[in-house]
């Protein structure tokens, strides 16, 4: 029973980084209303910015990913005023195209310039610290503070998104951009904001994963997959939603790794199947 428990815990807590992942994708998907298909990839892309900040200015990887927010903010920014906003509001082919595109680029950039190796960024004695909750059941510290921090990040952006000027005026853009510029919301400037917020929750998930586990220039569709099983899940537009959606998969993985280490990733796959079948709106809809 200890171990079924201890089993449970971790997979709750491997749920905080796939809520992470999914985070910006959330914001994307559920209040600005496109897909990204590239949204893993640029998970993979922040956590090689935060690499070279480790290794090149031998920073620590926390003030690397905190370096790193700033500039994914001007990228997300950037990002969609030169290129998303040229194909929002035309159909969703067109944004699955572009960002595929975007997708194929990001990969093969960052295998020219780093190569296929495996990458991972030194977390030092916090990366094994543990702590000690009860018979049998060892927490990570570091998994305890990703966990912590994705639930602050959904407090953070539930708090902008419904009680803030801003996040009022995101989702009036969101609604109906026509209506917005005509009275007054400049809907292309509100648009590259809420991507430079994406591209903060975007750092911020890859200062962590590059911490926990490894990673590759190839790795950003198995990121993606997963945030996109937590968003559904969760259903679109809902933050917490989107948290919960991410602890059921990883509690599934961690069940289905304690029956047998191949049915890890299939478990958490099988449970977003079925529970999409009962629930195809998803548990927390907000739209």
């Known amino acids: 029973m200890d171990g079924l428990i201890n089993q449970i815990v971790q997979g709750v807590l491997v749920g905080g980084l796939y809520a992470m992942y999914a985070m910006g994708l959330s914001l994307s998907v559920g209040i600005m209303r496109f897909v990204n298909i590239a949204h893993g990839d640029l998970i993979v892309l922040a956590s090689f910015l935060i690499l070279t900040f480790t290794t090149a200015l031998g920073l620590d990887p926390l003030l690397a990913t905190l370096l790193a927010m700033p500039v994914a903010f001007a990228a997300g920014y950037l990002l969609q005023r030169l290129l998303l906003q040229r194909v929002l509001g035309q159909g969703v082919l067109p944004i699955i195209l572009v960002t595929f595109g975007l997708s194929i680029i990001a990969q093969n950039g960052l295998l020219g310039v780093f190569g296929a190796d495996t990458r991972k960024v030194s977390g030092g004695a916090f990366e094994t610290a543990t702590l000690k909750i009860g018979a ?54 509100i648009y590259a904001i809420a991507m430079g917020i ?7 998930s890859a200062g962590f994963m590059s911490i926990w586990t490894n990673f590759d220039p190839t790795a950003g569709p198995s990121r993606l997959l997963i945030a996109f099983e937590a968003v559904v899940l969760g259903g679109l537009g809902s933050l917490w939603g989107t948290l919960i959606g991410g602890i059921i998969i990883g509690v599934a993985q961690a069940l289905g790794a304690q029956a047998d280490v191949g049915w890890q990733l299939l478990a958490g796959h099988i449970t977003f199947l079925v529970i999409f079948l009962a629930r195809p709106q998803g548990l927390f809809p907000k739209y």
């Open 136 to 189: 049998g059941i060892n927490v990570g510290l570091l998994p305890l503070t990703i966990f912590a921090a994705a639930v602050a990040m959904v407090i953070a952006l539930d708090w902008l998104l419904y009680r803030t000027r801003l996040g009022a005026r995101i989702r009036a853009v969101s609604d109906d951009p026509a209506t917005a510029d005509l009275v007054g919301l400049p809907s292309a400037r």
């Open 198 to 204: 994406v591209g903060v929750t975007i750092a911020i």
